[in-house]
């Protein structure tokens, strides 16, 4: 089974900026729809981004359409998810998917 590791995580002001990576450490992303989804305390879980293999399209949500981007290197079996103008409430673990693999997740705190 696919093995995905999340990073790039941390605490960051209102307005600053993060890049989470996902990289498949057995195995290659390059047959997978990639996801990214978030778990804030109290909430439900939502699905930020993904990014479609065969076509490279991708998708966001309504919540941060305009700030993040979601990206791939293959060669370095990665999706990236840069995030940009962040709020309080993008404050949550981030996970990447596949339809058949999570990874542990990475936490993301937006705070002054």
């Known amino acids: 089974q696919l093995q995905l590791v999340e990073s790039g995580g941390g605490l960051v002001q209102p307005g600053g900026s993060l890049t989470l990576s996902c990289t498949a450490s057995?195995?290659?992303?390059?047959?997978?729809?990639i996801g990214w989804f978030r778990q804030a305390p109290g909430k439900e879980s939502e699905r930020v981004s993904c990014?479609?293999?065969?076509?490279?399209?991708?998708d966001y949500a309504d919540s941060v359409k305009g700030r993040f981007s979601i990206s791939r290197d293959t060669a370095k079996k990665t999706v990236y998810l840069q995030m940009n103008s962040l709020k309080p409430e993008d404050t949550a673990v981030y996970y990447c998917?596949?339809?058949?693999?999570w990874g542990q997740g990475t936490q993301v705190t937006v705070s002054a």
């Open positions: 998917n596949t339809s058949t693999s």
């Open positions: 057995d195995g290659t992303l390059d047959y997978y729809a």
């Open positions: 990014i479609i293999h065969s076509s490279d399209n991708t």
